[in-house]
């Protein structure tokens, strides 16, 4: 079997690919449109070939602007191979390994979309298990269950308490709130990015992140308490298909006063204001509050992410 990354040349075999099973995948319209858009790339779209038939495919995203990849969106093999997670395993493990070898400072995450209520379903639960033991045996062994939810203007903009006003600032105030917020947070990639490497170089990454996403750096927002203290900060943002929440937090001293309601009513405000049809968010299934502060401000779970990267350290 031959594993390597595509060239142009095999495009129509890439997009013949149909995945029967019922978890998210990337249909041939969208690979052909965002092949032309850089998202995908076929240096990022790796295939196992058995002859001349492609057996197992992986494509990896990333932005328009991106050096790198960014996510593995999509994973097949074929049911007729004996071992898929043998298979996927060796694929994904040869792709990361090019993009280490290519510079990449982070290796891209596994992004596994299914149905809410997965576990009930049998077909979905035998889809991802095949898939999770490919990612755990190529080295993605964090794993972290995600909601991802959304907001309609049909919910209406949820009404902010006033306690709270909404200044701009410096990227080094931001920065420093960035610091301040990952103390005590419940979100699972924060807490193990501050165990690996400290509150000063988790701060860094999650506000370089931001910097990087479509939305605009004017939308971000500290957050400041009557007396003007700083309480947290606000970051509408946005992915290269809609609006979202993007990030905020509220600083440790301030915690258990409901800010957060205030920070997402803040957030929805602006995106509502500009026109927004769609506005996304994610949170972990273990991030209870943030959950349910989403739930209050009219944020439906639309669908279950499982996502799959490798430790920090």
Same mark, same amino acid.
């Given at each position: 079997m031959l594993i390597r990354p595509t060239t142009e040349a095999d495009l129509d075999r890439i997009v013949a690919v149909t995945v029967d099973e019922p978890i998210g995948w990337i249909h041939a319209d969208r690979y052909?449109?965002?092949?032309?858009? =850089?998202?995908?790339r076929p240096e990022?779209?790796?295939?196992?070939?058995?002859?001349?038939?492609v057996v197992a495919r992986?494509?990896?995203?990333?932005?328009?602007?991106?050096?790198?990849?960014?996510?593995?969106?999509?994973?097949?093999?074929?049911?007729? !191979?004996?071992?898929r997670t043998a298979v996927a395993a060796e694929l994904l493990a040869a792709g990361l390994r090019a993009f280490a070898e290519q510079g990449a400072r982070k290796l891209p995450l596994y992004n596994l979309t299914l149905p809410n209520g997965w576990r009930e379903d049998p077909a979905v639960a035998a889809a991802l298990a095949w898939r999770r033991g490919a990612a755990l045996a190529a080295g993605l062994t964090d794993e972290v269950e995600?909601?991802?939810?959304?907001?309609?203007?049909?919910?209406?903009?949820p009404r902010s308490s006033g306690r709270l006003t909404f200044d701009?600032?410096?990227?080094?105030?931001?920065?420093?709130?960035?610091?301040?917020?990952?103390? =005590?947070s419940l979100d699972g990639e924060t807490r193990r990015n501050l165990a690996a490497k400290g509150a000063a170089a988790t701060a860094r990454d999650e506000m370089d992140f931001y910097l990087g996403c479509p939305g605009k750096r004017e939308w971000w927002r500290l957050?400041?308490?009557a007396g003007g203290e700083v309480a947290g900060l606000a970051i509408p943002s946005a992915t290269p298909y809609n609006r979202n929440v993007g990030y905020l937090g509220v600083v440790p001293e301030f915690?258990?006063?409901?800010? !957060?309601?205030?920070?997402?009513?803040?957030?929805?405000r602006v995106h509502a204001e500009a026109g927004a049809e769609l506005i996304t968010a994610t949170t972990d299934t273990g991030n209870a509050p943030m959950a349910?502060?989403?739930?209050?401000?009219?944020?439906?779970?639309?669908?279950?992410r499982m996502i799959y990267s490798a430790p920090a350290s």
């Open positions: 052909r449109d965002e092949l032309g858009q =850089g998202m995908y990022w779209t790796w295939v196992a070939e058995d002859g001349d038939r992986a494509l990896w995203w990333g932005q328009s602007s991106s050096e790198h990849p960014i996510a593995l969106d999509c994973l097949y093999v074929d049911a007729s !191979v004996v071992d995600r909601l991802r939810l959304e907001w309609s203007p049909g919910a209406g903009v701009e600032a410096t990227d080094e105030e931001f920065l420093e709130v960035f610091r301040r917020i990952a103390h =005590g957050a400041r308490a915690r258990g006063r409901g800010y !957060v309601d205030d920070l997402l009513a803040e957030i929805t349910a502060a989403l739930a209050r401000a009219g944020y439906r779970t639309a669908e279950i």
